[in-house]
């Protein structure tokens, strides 16, 4: 049962969603609906009006750019996303995230685009995202535009605009994904993605943290290498304990030696694969 009174729609195409959006306040955009659905049902989340863009085509599938960038379509699905061979080949970070997510059901409906824009709850896309370096295409009222997957993360999706794509720059194989998932919610209580470029590591953690998040700090003292569990850990002991959100039965010292642990075992995995 839902909790909340609400309209439907159904548009014809992404320039009509966008002005259904935009020309109501309180409209949600409806595309896997593994994240507002439960919060509608459970009234935490509220949507005056839901406008379906699940059968929009314009937003679905992956293609590389002349430069090698991928363009991931919003309404990409999970499964499709973990299952891609220029996924697989050129962010593999960004498929093994995909394949860490919930159970089948939940990757066969859940979209990329719903899985970076969720909030309230951590997700694997976005750490992944930024590990990857990756920008989101952003429709709305305003126009189109890009950001960052970090300052995604940061500020989350304006009001009646629309992630279009996943625009991730090629990086070959030496990437990889590592989650320890809370095993009630398979959210993860501390996830670490990871890509290894020619100036040195980037790393993102989420779920331990209050969001997506990059760790510069951990980056610098890596440097080039060589990335050792022991080197690892050091790093992150390095970091301030804050940073870590305590909860679920974990303290900050833990998930702060969790990320260590699961970025160390990422970048092991990258290393082998490079």
Request: glycine fraction near 12%; include cysteine.
């Amino acid at each position: 049962m839902i909790l909340t009174e609400f309209d439907y729609v159904r548009p014809v195409g992404l320039e009509e969603a966008l002005t259904l959006l935009a020309g109501t306040p309180g409209a949600r955009a409806l595309a896997g609906g593994q994240s507002l659905l439960p919060d509608l049902r459970t009234g935490a989340a509220r949507a005056r009006l839901l406008v379906d863009v699940r059968h929009l085509e314009e937003l679905r599938g992956v293609e590389a750019a002349p430069d090698g960038t991928l363009r991931i379509g919003a309404l990409t699905t999970l499964a499709e996303l973990a299952a891609h061979p220029l996924v697989l080949a050129q962010a593999p970070e960004i498929a093994a995230a995909a394949r860490a997510n919930g159970d089948p059901q939940v990757r066969n409906l859940g979209t990329t685009g719903g899985n970076l824009a969720a909030t309230g709850r951590p997700t694997d896309l976005p750490a992944a995202a930024i590990a990857a370096g990756a920008r989101a295409e952003l429709a709305g009222s305003r126009g189109r535009s890009t950001v960052t997957a970090e300052e995604l993360a940061a500020s989350g999706v304006p009001a009646d605009t629309v992630i279009t794509a996943l625009l991730v720059p090629p990086g070959g194989p030496a990437g990889a994904f590592e989650k320890s998932a809370d095993r009630a919610t398979r959210y993860p209580l501390c996830a670490s993605a990871v890509r290894i470029t020619a100036d040195g590591p980037r790393i993102a953690v989420t779920g331990a943290t209050a969001r997506a998040l990059r760790l510069r700090g951990v980056e610098d003292r890596l440097g080039g290498g060589p990335y050792t569990t022991d080197s690892v850990l050091a790093a992150f002991r390095a970091e301030p304990r804050e940073l870590f959100v305590p909860g679920r039965g974990t303290s900050a010292e833990y998930l702060g030696h969790l990320a260590g642990v699961l970025t160390a075992r990422a970048l092991a995995r990258a290393q082998a694969h490079a």
